[in-house]
């Protein structure tokens, strides 16, 4: 389950259907995006989609800070890196994060497990020594302070970790700022991922796995936040029939691996952390709705409460007809070949 999203703040009337796009139609949108690989299939599929913005020169992938334990998903960022033709994004790693269960379960782990005919790794790797990586809030100071102000968008598809972290990070090599302060003046919009909105017992995985970070994003995150809630992403699901029938042209794919591996096919995958992606890069209104503005608070259950009023906090949600455009443009864009891809 997944994640938030940054926009151009747009004055809000509840119900109207207005632009969230991260940037203007006609520049690309600098992004910063930060997965918990792995733990659900929608991430590798969220990724995909960042390529294939990449391939259509709408977006600049600054980096991959992982928010997630171990080393299979930092390894499987690397191959899929490898396969799209974009092997140099630098990727961070976190080191003592929330524990959300055992790289060895994960696709992640199964497709990088997977052999040739002659046993050679299936899928290509750029790099190695997956440890040696940053940390992610190094590499978010890194990036940050080498980016025009207000020019940075955020999509964090998984915990809150590694953006709480931000904040309280103190001035380094990097930047003299604090990490509140480099956040108010290198980045545009944070775009997440988490919380439902429709039911105010409801208490989402991204949320819940680390509360305090959560309560702390929410609460003093100092640029605009819209958040992709979970009833959003479960109403859109990427069609199994998609990954039987759409990929004769790939050969061995890492993403349609990793979907057959997740769960038993055929299933129909609920898509948070795509749409999350896809309102940061081209949000409309023939695909999304923008709440009023207001503030979104988590309570110590995990829960994600919304008032309209005070503050600069938004959320998603879609009609029928705008959930139908979302699933179909998500089928067609991730069907599209890499332009750069390594054979």
């Not at 918990?36 to 391939?55: E, S, T, V």
């Not at 299936?122 to 890194?142: I, Q, T």
């Not at 096919?265 to 695909?287: H, N």
């Amino acid at each position: 389950m997944k994640r938030f999203l940054v926009f151009l703040l747009l004055p809000l009337a509840s119900g109207m259907a207005v632009s969230c796009s991260g940037g203007e139609s006609d520049s690309v949108v600098n992004i910063i995006f930060d997965t918990d690989m792995g733990n659900d299939i929608d991430d590798a599929l969220a990724l995909d989609m960042l390529y294939k913005y990449m391939d259509a020169g709408k977006v600049n992938l600054l980096a991959i800070p992982v928010n997630k334990e171990g080393l299979a998903a930092p390894e499987f960022i690397d191959v899929m890196g490898t396969w799209y033709g974009y092997p140099d994004i630098p990727v961070g790693i976190i080191r003592d994060g929330a524990d959300c269960g055992a790289d060895s379960t994960s696709y992640t782990r199964k497709v990088l497990d997977m052999k040739g005919e002659d046993g050679s790794p299936l899928f290509a790797r750029s790099h190695g020594s997956y440890g040696d990586y940053p940390e992610s809030v190094d590499l978010y100071r890194k990036v940050l302070s080498e980016a025009q102000d207000g020019s940075v968008t955020i999509v964090s598809v998984g915990f809150s970790t590694n953006l709480a972290r931000l904040l309280d990070s103190q001035a380094d090599e990097y930047s003299p700022l604090s990490g509140r302060e480099l956040v108010d003046s290198k980045v545009k919009m944070l775009y997440t991922m988490a919380g439902n909105m429709a039911d105010t017992t409801f208490t989402e995985y991204n949320v819940v796995i680390d509360i305090p970070s959560a309560q702390k994003v929410f609460a003093e995150w100092p640029t605009p936040v819209i958040t992709s809630p979970f009833e959003l992403g479960a109403q859109i699901r990427y069609p199994a029939s998609s990954i039987e029938n759409d990929f004769g042209w790939a050969g061995n794919h890492p993403v349609v691996e990793a979907y057959r591996s997740y769960m038993q096919m055929p299933y129909d995958r609920e898509t948070w952390d795509l749409t999350a992606v896809m309102a940061a890069v081209e949000g409309g209104p023939e695909y999304f709705t923008v709440s009023p503005q207001g503030s979104i608070t988590v309570t110590d259950a995990g829960a994600t409460l919304f008032r309209e009023g005070a503050g600069d906090r938004a959320y998603l949600s879609v009609t029928p007809e705008q959930a139908e455009n979302i699933r179909a443009h998500l089928v067609s864009t991730i069907t599209l070949p890499p332009k750069h891809r390594n054979p």
